[in-house]
């Protein structure tokens, strides 16, 4: 119970103590030359959209290096992509072998001091680029990630899931002015082109992976809310898969970069205390069922019923409709459930193949 309350609650509250003695970054806006990465598979939905978006970014045309990589998309993503090469984009036609190696390939290709990581989904805000690239004139800075926003959910799910996410974000922010993040918002981020690592071929969490390569040479990794990018809200089983995979990556990470568990790591406290304890916390919540029963009475029966009110809360949410009161209740306990189910689900990443739950994702 003390280690469930510590991470919930007890962990943001340290947080939020720490972070009043934060450390600043500078900002001024030097242009620098620049190469989007944009890795996509069957994206046609959404890929006209995006890169429109990138064209229109507030930024000097002539610094900018757009490459699409084509993850063997089957659809008319490259067929698109190919009526933007008068504008300055470039598609990198590749055989399909995942997230990773097509963003190495992209690696190799880019000519930019300055890399900018975006996924195929979201909308940037027009000065989003300018802003990040204002991050590198402190020479601390290696990374410099933006900030998601959920727009505004059709339902009590979509609503929640937006709330976990600010909730996710307020905690990074603190990170931010304390050190880093251990990780950037994967759709969008930049960092300097000397810190970047080919990726290991099956890299589920590459948003970590890169942005530790820096941290680990001594550079700051920060999140800086004035870079926006913008997305629809996700359902729970969209949001489900996601977090298996995301939760998945934090289990590779861990075993390529192990020194983020010793001393090495200056932000230790804050690893274990977020990213590794939100593996851990369903187990604990397992373990608190179980150990339940052997309390002596009344204790028993006031742990008992406390967790079987709040799951059965979570078990009826589907059943209501959305105009129900209850759904105040019921819905965010759902919410949880879920998330704490995909952390468990996560750990299949050490008995399967991570092609496996690529295939997860929409």
């Avoid at 990465?37 to 229109?56: C, F, T």
């Avoid at 990556?249 to 020194?259: D, E, T």
């Amino acid at each position: 119970m003390a280690f469930t309350l510590y991470t919930v609650l007890g962990y943001p509250v340290l947080l939020a103590v720490l972070a009043r003695r934060g450390r600043p970054w500078k900002k001024a806006f030097v242009p620098r030359p620049v190469s989007v990465l944009l890795p996509v598979r069957n994206g046609e939905r959404w890929i006209a959209r995006k890169l429109e978006s990138l064209l229109a970014l507030d930024y000097p045309a002539g610094l900018l290096e757009i490459l699409v990589a084509s993850d063997g998309s089957t659809d008319a993503t490259e067929a698109i992509v190919e009526r933007f090469a008068g504008r300055g984009v470039r598609l990198l036609h590749l055989p399909p072998a995942g997230k990773a190696l097509a963003l190495n390939r992209a690696l190799a290709e880019a000519h930019g001091e300055i890399l900018f990581l975006t996924d195929v989904r979201q909308d940037l805000s027009r000065d989003s680029l300018r802003n990040l690239v204002a991050c590198f004139a402190d020479p601390a800075v290696g990374v410099a990630s933006g900030e998601l926003i959920i727009r505004q959910g059709q339902n009590a799910a979509e609503a929640n899931v937006g709330l976990y996410w600010r909730y996710e974000k307020w905690i990074r922010s603190r990170q931010s002015r304390i050190d880093s993040v251990l990780g950037a918002t994967g759709c969008i981020y930049a960092m300097r082109r000397e810190l970047a690592n080919p990726l290991p071929p099956e890299t589920l969490a590459d948003d970590m992976y890169l942005p530790l390569a820096a941290f680990f040479r001594g550079y700051r990794v920060i999140l800086d809310a004035s870079a926006q990018a913008f997305d629809d809200p996700t359902g729970l089983d969209t949001e489900f898969r996601r977090k298996v995979r995301t939760l998945a990556g934090v289990y590779q990470i861990i075993g390529s970069y192990p020194a983020l568990l010793g001393p090495r790591n200056r932000m230790w406290l804050h690893f274990l205390s977020h990213k590794l304890a939100r593996l851990v916390l369903p187990w604990a919540l397992l373990v608190l069922a179980a150990t339940s029963f052997a309390l002596p009475d009344p204790w028993r029966i006031l742990a008992l019923s406390g967790q079987v009110v709040f799951y059965t809360l979570a078990a009826f949410d589907g059943a209501l409709p959305e105009s129900s009161v209850a759904k105040r209740l019921t819905s965010p306990a759902r919410t949880f459930v879920v998330l704490m189910a995909a952390a468990l689900c996560a750990v299949a990443i050490l008995f399967v193949p991570p092609q496996k739950l690529w295939k997860m994702r929409n």
